[in-house]
């Protein structure tokens, strides 16, 4: 079957699947303590979808042409027995299946289990290695080392190359950029630095605590010669570049300066089963509604159709301060 196309003749390919809206970390740009406190209304268990609805979800996509599932959060690996999750999707024929998370429950166990059930691709947030901006940032002062543990344990069960996610912020991690640079050159692993994005409405994000990614490039070639690489894919997020020596490569993930709308392939879905056509949205499509009432295979994959036929969505490419004031969806809701 054709996969359908939104009103910008954008192809749908990419389902991100949130499995759970709580965290273990608290950090400052996702779920500050200061909102995401012991007031804070979680989602209840029967509020989650079940990992067998989840799987029907991907089936129903996969049927309209999605080629890569990523899990998300929150944090993923909350969820308990998540590689039963991934077992499930990978029987279903996906080849591409991906995992985002923090590293703080990623011991050895876990990552081969994740492995062995099918999880193909891994992405871990770290946003300093400086120990103490890492705890600020992080909000629960958790240390450096364990998520550089983490990341070890994933390589030792088979997970190559590792990208590693560090959100930039000016005057708060951008003096750890080289450190990072540094670190992970020749490491197999691939860093990828991103624009401090206004996701969500809880952050108080601020143009100006943005570090373009040409000022990033600039603060990383000075030091070792880059060059930009081919990207793997069309709609691929990250800008690629690689080292001139041949030490790796790098990343870029330019939303605010460089904004990809035009080829964004994505949709979303939260925890408890509703899409979002865009990061940056201000409301859902409940799908677990649908499925709780045992609607047929049929009517739901008219209904998705439908839905991403209906997307006009561009919402980096017509930033201003109207749309950063909008209440949109909290990151940890939908994942990144």
């Not at 490491?187 to 943005?210: A, Q």
């Not at 209440?327 to 994942?335: A, H, Q, T």
């Amino acid at each position: 079957m054709k996969a359908p196309s939104d009103s910008l003749d954008r192809t749908i390919r990419d389902l991100r699947i949130s499995v759970t809206d709580r965290c273990n970390f608290r950090c400052t740009y996702c779920m500050p303590k200061e909102v995401f406190n012991a007031d804070y209304h979680f989602m209840a268990r029967a509020e989650l979808l079940s990992f067998e609805e989840i799987a029907r979800v991907v089936s129903l996509f996969t049927d309209l042409g999605v080629e890569k599932i990523r899990l998300t959060g929150g944090e993923p690996l909350i969820r308990h027995h998540l590689e039963v999750l991934v077992k499930k999707i990978a029987a279903l024929g996906v080849a591409d299946i991906s995992l985002t998370t923090n590293g703080a429950l990623l011991d050895a166990d876990k990552a081969r289990a994740l492995k062995d059930a099918g999880l193909g691709r891994l992405t871990v947030s770290l946003d300093a290695l400086d120990n103490e901006v890492f705890s600020r940032l992080n909000g629960v002062a958790f240390p450096v080392d364990r998520v550089l543990r983490g990341i070890e344990n994933a390589h030792a069960a088979g997970f190559s190359p590792i990208k590693v996610n560090m959100v930039v912020q000016k005057g708060v991690n951008d003096a750890q950029v080289l450190p990072m640079a540094r670190h992970f050159r020749g490491s197999g692993c691939i860093p990828r630095f991103i624009e401090y994005m206004d996701v969500g409405h809880s952050n108080d994000w601020k143009m100006n605590e943005v570090v373009p990614t040409a000022e990033l490039i600039q603060t990383i070639h000075r030091e070792f010669p880059i060059e930009p690489a081919d990207a793997n894919y069309r709609g691929e997020v990250a800008r690629r570049w690689r080292y001139r020596d041949g030490a790796g490569e790098i990343g870029f993930i330019s939303s605010v300066t460089q904004p990809f709308c035009g080829d964004c392939t994505r949709m979303r879905m939260s925890a408890d089963g509703h899409l979002y056509t865009c990061l940056f949205a201000t409301r859902g499509h409940d799908l677990r509604r649908l499925l709780r009432e045992r609607h047929s295979d049929e009517f739901l994959a008219n209904w998705l159709r439908d839905l991403w036929h209906a997307r006009t969505d561009r919402y980096s490419e017509l930033r201003s301060e109207q749309t950063v004031a909008l209440e949109k969806v909290e990151m940890s809701y939908i994942g990144g």
